[in-house]
Nanobody, 130 residues
Framework: QVQLMESGGGSAQTGGSLRLSCAAS????????MGWFRQAPGKEREGVAV???????TYTDSVKGRFTISQDNTKNTLYLQMDNLEPEDTGTYYC????????????????????????WGQGTQVTVSS
């Protein structure tokens, strides 16, 4: 089973930038769809962005134009470049993966596929101050 380890969280001011990384292990087929999710205190976990094995990406509306998801297959690493950060971006960010490439399933939403078939990292904290 794939293992995921996030890094790169920290603190930033409004308008600042952070870059998250997610190192992945194990069989590539178990992570055909990889994504970033986040959970703010007292709120439900929400999807941020996903990238399919074919390189296609999908973002939740609140981060479009500010965040960029990418992957380096030579390093088995997923990234999330976060620019123009806002206090509302504060939360614990999780890397996740599942094996389904179907674009209707590989989406940035906490679906049954992510819950039942996904592998999740431990999370990394991002704090944005105004």
């Amino acid at each position: 089973q794939v293992q995921l380890m996030e890094s790169g969280g920290g603190s930033a001011q409004t308008g600042g930038s952070l870059r998250l990384s997610c190192a992945a292990s194990a069989y590539r087929g178990s992570r055909n769809c990889m994504g970033w999710f986040r959970q703010a205190p007292g709120k439900e976990r929400e999807g941020v962005a996903v990238i399919n094995r074919d390189g296609s990406t999908t973002y939740t509306d609140s981060v479009k134009g500010r965040f960029t998801i990418s992957q380096d297959n030579t390093k088995n690493t997923l990234y999330l470049q976060m620019d123009n950060l806002e206090p509302e971006d504060t939360g614990t960010y999780y890397c996740a993966a599942h094996g389904f490439m179907n674009p209707m399933i590989c989406r940035p939403s906490v679906s049954s596929t992510w819950i039942n078939s996904g592998t999740w990292g431990q999370g990394t904290q991002v704090t944005v101050s105004s």
